[in-house]
């Protein structure tokens, strides 16, 4: 109650973004956009579930409290009209999640999360 959720956020991010490989490291990043092509949701989970269990245990505890609270966040726009829908939340939140949605030591510019939405949401 006594700070900002802008400033949290803004924390979250900066955050996100010193984290020397990002969260999956460049193979996993590679990895799992490859994954989201598959076809077979399925195939897809397998993989996903694969992938976040061969990481460190710490590193999936984060993955845990990350998209819980992301969870939250979304399903919570309506009501607290903040406009952060899954989708306003990915394209905020991408650019500091996955290293690879900029160009290397540089911040992200809008064209490149528009990449990066384009890439998820085709």
Not at 71 to 77: D, E, F, K, T
Not at 91 to 102: H, I, L, N, T
């Amino acid at each position: 109650d006594n700070f900002s959720v802008y400033t949290i956020a803004s924390v979250l991010k900066k955050f996100l973004r010193k984290l020397p490989e990002g969260i999956f490291g460049r193979e996993g990043e590679q990895e799992l956009f490859s994954i989201i092509q598959l076809s077979d949701t399925e195939q897809q989970r397998d993989h996903i579930h694969r992938l976040i269990t061969s990481m460190p245990a710490v590193t999936q505890h984060l993955l845990v409290l990350l998209f819980g609270t992301f969870r939250v966040i979304a399903m919570n726009a309506g009501r607290a009209q903040t406009g952060m829908t899954s989708e306003a939340l990915g394209v905020s939140v991408a650019p500091s999640f996955f290293q690879s949605c900029v160009a290397d030591g540089k911040t992200a510019r809008m064209e490149d999360v528009i990449r990066f939405k384009a890439y998820f949401w085709r």
